[in-house]
């Protein structure tokens, strides 16, 4: 099982970005994903994620600035953030939800 984020940037506030988790390894398009991000001195959240049917959640703070979605023929979830300000600054990481698989961070860098 392997997950690969990418994406991450430096990007001013008000800004987008799009963030990607290509998986391998495993059949990823029957199983929920997940995107966390963590900041500095902060404990990891979640922040959004999708079901197999594309059934999609979102933190609070996210909501109607974020949208996750998937493409089950290339195995790849994606976060597009919207609207991006200072306090989502911070280490995005996907998961494979309900196991130990993680993938790498992506750094995103919110700042004028």
């Known amino acids: 099982v392997q997950l690969q984020a990418s994406g991450g940037g430096l990007v001013q506030p008000g800004g987008s970005l799009r963030l990607s988790c290509a998986a391998s390894?495993?059949?990823?398009?029957?199983?929920?994903i997940g995107w966390f991000r963590q900041a500095p001195g902060k404990e990891r959240e979640l922040v959004a994620s999708?079901?197999?049917?594309?059934?999609?959640t979102y933190a609070d703070s996210v909501k109607d600035r974020f949208t996750i979605y998937r493409d089950n023929v290339r195995r790849t979830v994606y976060l597009q953030m919207n609207s991006l300000k200072p306090e989502d600054t911070a280490l995005y990481y996907c998961?494979?939800?309900?196991?130990?698989?993680w993938g790498q961070g992506t750094l995103v860098t919110v700042s004028s």
């Open positions: 998961k494979q939800m309900g196991t130990r698989y």
């Open positions: 390894g495993f059949a990823s398009e029957y199983y929920p």
């Open positions: 999708i079901t197999s049917n594309h059934t999609s």
